[in-house]
């Protein structure tokens, strides 16, 4: 008898049924808001064209999705699929004639052909020679190999779902790094996020400490910012706005690339609030999971970093474009890799069905009580965060000290360092990216170090080795290809101590899953790497 089944035979939680879908309670109040918002939202948008233009892509964007949304709120879902339907209906039916290998072979062939196109049609710049997208490409093909060879299961792996993976991988990519618009719409984002998060500092700890937001350290940068971010995602919790967004990103993986729907809101909404809260959207169902859905779950979270961080990493000049690309690449990726290594072989309970249940977790009175909560959590997690960097950043150094010592002995004249040793271990990785040849030691140690502290303490060495340190001024040593392909291969929370945050979050909320929890922890550890590796070649192939 599998786990699952035992824990479904055992267990005296009873297993969570599919919600049932709400019909909306229409009212003549609600259509005057609605039709003042969607007059409001125009007069606004033509306002904006006027003045702005050249930016107008990301604001044309948000009110289409908006009106889109208003527009189609009193429709049943089974009306708006008829005329999609109606097309592709015939496509599905002359797809399925033909096996699910043969059109993963599609997929794929489709990937490499967009990618060698690329490798040959992008001309040679200081981001990258043919030759450096060449080693990305060859060091994405690796990566996939390697998954695959270490695979639990390779009979059982659905190659359809980890093709179209990787597609969606690489045309999210393509949109971001080869089109106007999508560029334009990722800069955008990056800069309202900047300014948003900067609310906590400017406003919040300015009130509290006037003379703070003077300083520039890992305090005041990124502390208020956390709090604000917890207290706000709280507030959208509590107003819904949170759920139907996650609902709807889950629906295009689900639809796409056939995964639970457990899984799939795990993956959609962990670039959002991170690893550990991503799993309380499905805390109903954690008891029931498979083991290949607990390792997707826990994959996910180590492929991204949360929304409460993002400032930590902007402050230290990091691109914030890079940044939020990588997270949204991550998450087809972190389902493709995790299906690669641990194949669903077990009966889910929410295949096919993409519901957010009641967890009994948000039953807040008003928006004041959310925010309240939010800051709490906020609070408690900034302290987690500071506790694990000082002590984590300071045992580090204690090993390094003593390694240090113990070789000084062997040959005093050049003195070996736990940096220099990760930067040789992890020089191949560097390589397979595509980093210039001159940079792959540099960004070999950003990535041991990613690895064994965390990616605060990445960084934090990135910033300096770019020459944006605030502390620790210094000359940019990294070309500004390997600066970009750096941040993409460190942004997610693979590393050590991330595992006992997982198996300690993860165990606390399935107590009865703990020991395969604390068997696939390490697993999907190493997979939410490969996944920023995966985006960082990528990128590299596109540069």
């Known amino acids: 008898m599998s786990a699952t089944e035992e824990v479904k035979a055992d267990s005296k ?4 049924q599919p919600a049932q879908p709400e019909t909306f309670k229409d009212s003549t109040l609600q259509r005057v808001v609605d039709a003042v918002i969607c007059i409001g939202l125009t007069v606004w948008l033509i306002f904006a064209w006027g003045n702005h233009p050249d930016t107008i892509a990301f ?77 990305s490409l060859l060091g994405l093909i690796l990566i996939i190999v390697l998954v695959y060879a270490c695979s639990n299961n390779r009979a059982a792996v659905d190659f359809r779902l980890v093709s179209v993976g990787i597609l969606a991988q ?42 703070a ?30 759920q139907w967004l996650v609902i709807k990103f889950a629906w295009v993986m689900v639809r796409l690339m056939n995964t639970s729907g457990s899984e799939s809101v795990v993956a959609a909404a962990s670039p959002f609030v991170g690893q550990g809260e991503s799993a309380l959207m499905v ?6 999971m498979t083991e290949s859905e607990i390792h997707t779950i826990m994959a996910s979270g180590f492929s991204t970093i949360a929304g409460s961080v993002l400032f930590a990493f902007l402050s230290m000049g990091i691109d914030g474009t890079a940044l939020i690309t990588s997270c949204i690449m991550s998450v087809p ?43 709490a959590q906020g609070m408690t997690l900034a302290g987690l965060i500071t506790g694990s960097l000082l002590s984590i950043i300071a045992l580090y150094n204690l090993c390094d000290i ?11 004249s050049a003195p070996i360092s736990i940096n220099r040793v990760l930067g040789y271990v992890f020089w191949p990785f560097a390589w397979a990216l595509g980093v210039p040849i001159q940079d792959c030691t540099y960004v070999g140690q950003l990535l041991g170090m990613k690895m064994v502290i965390n990616e605060f303490a990445a960084y934090d060495e990135l910033s300096f080795l770019i020459g944006k340190n605030a502390q620790r001024k210094a000359e940019a040593v990294l070309s500004k290809r390997g600066e970009l392909l750096a941040t993409y291969a460190l942004c997610g929370f693979a590393n050590i101590g991330s595992v006992g945050i997982q198996i300690g979050c993860l165990g606390a909320m399935a107590p009865s899953r703990r020991g ?28």
């Open 402 to 412: 003593v390694f240090t010592e113990f070789f000084r002995y062997l040959n005093p």
């Open 333 to 375: 990726c972190s389902l493709a890799l995790s299906k690669l290594r641990w194949p669903e072989t077990e009966a889910s309970l929410s295949k096919g069905d993409v519901t957010i249940p009641d967890n009994g977790e948000h039953h807040e009175v008003n928006v004041l009580h959310a925010a309240a909560n939010g800051a």
């Open 516 to 543: 395969d929890i604390a068997k696939i922890a390490v697993p999907a550890m190493l997979v939410g790497t490969m996944c920023t590796l995966c985006s960082a070649c990528i990128a590299g192939i596109l540069l």
């Open 59 to 135: 604001p044309a964007f948000l009110y289409f999705c908006i009106i889109a949304k208003i527009g189609t709120k009193r429709i049943s879902n089974e009306t708006l699929s008829k005329p999609f339907a109606v097309v592709f209906g015939p496509i599905s039916s002359a797809m399925s004639k033909f096996s699910d290998n043969i059109w993963a072979g599609v997929f794929f062939a489709a990937t490499l052909a967009i990618a060698i196109v690329s490798i040959l049609v992008i001309p040679d710049s200081e981001a990258g020679s043919k030759l450096d997208r060449a080693r």
């Open 13 to 16: 939680v009873a297993a969570p």
């Open 283 to 288: 805390l109903p169902f954690l008891e029931f």
């Open 170 to 211: 690489f045309l999210l990519g393509l949109f971001v790094l080869k089109t106007t618009f999508g560029n334009n719409i990722f800069s955008f984002i990056s800069k309202m996020v900047a300014g948003f998060l900067g609310l906590g500092k400017n406003f919040g700890l300015k009130f509290l400490w006037f003379d």
């Open 213 to 242: 937001v003077l300083l520039q350290n890992f305090i005041v940068n990124v502390l208020p910012a956390i709090i604000f971010f917890a207290s706000f995602i709280q507030v959208v919790y509590y107003l819904g706005a949170m």
